[in-house]
């Protein structure tokens, strides 16, 4: 019998993975997926392949009360109801997402972080922000081959 061993989502594309218990699967991919995507002065798309950093905040998001929180490794903690500004456009691997930039003090403490000015922005539809296909998945097998090939890690 198959089974699902875990499940992870990043509600910010490219900030850190959170394990969740459940999530609600729609027609582009997992719902709380990817909600949100950040991008830089230029308006461009902005991801741990620019900023590996961004793998260390945190990132929280109820799509019930619409309440975005950040962690950052020092400790500071960025929270609140997303507002949403100015409409925006983002390539995306080639498409075009429409969303909203999210006012609020995640703007200066990611900016702050990142060292460089960059807006966070919501996407119109949800999970909009993957990159080849919505979900990806990973066998227990190819993890496994995986950890042998890098001396245990990831386990």
């Known amino acids: 019998m198959r089974s699902i061993a875990a ?18 699967v729609g027609q582009s991919g997992i719902v709380e997926d990817r909600r949100f ?3 830089d002065a230029d308006g461009q798309l902005l991801t741990q392949r620019q900023q590996g950093r961004l793998t260390l905040v945190e990132a929280a998001y109820s799509a019930e009360s619409d309440e975005l929180s950040h962690q950052f490794p020092d400790g500071q903690h960025a929270a609140g109801i997303t507002d949403l500004g100015d ?13 909203r930039e999210v006012t609020g003090p995640w703007n200066d403490a990611l900016s702050t972080f990142c060292g460089s000015p960059v807006r966070l922005v919501k996407t119109d539809n949800p999970g909009a922000s993957f990159d080849e296909y919505p979900i ?14 890098i001396n245990g890690w990831p386990q």
């Open 136 to 149: 990806s998945v990973l066998s227990r097998a190819s993890l496994d081959n995986l950890s042998s090939r």
């Open 87 to 99: 409409a925006v456009t983002t390539a995306i691997w080639g498409r075009q997402v429409p969303g």
């Open 37 to 39: 995507h950040i991008i």
């Open 7 to 24: 499940i992870f989502t990043a509600p910010v594309k490219s900030l850190s993975l959170v394990r969740s218990e459940s999530v609600t």
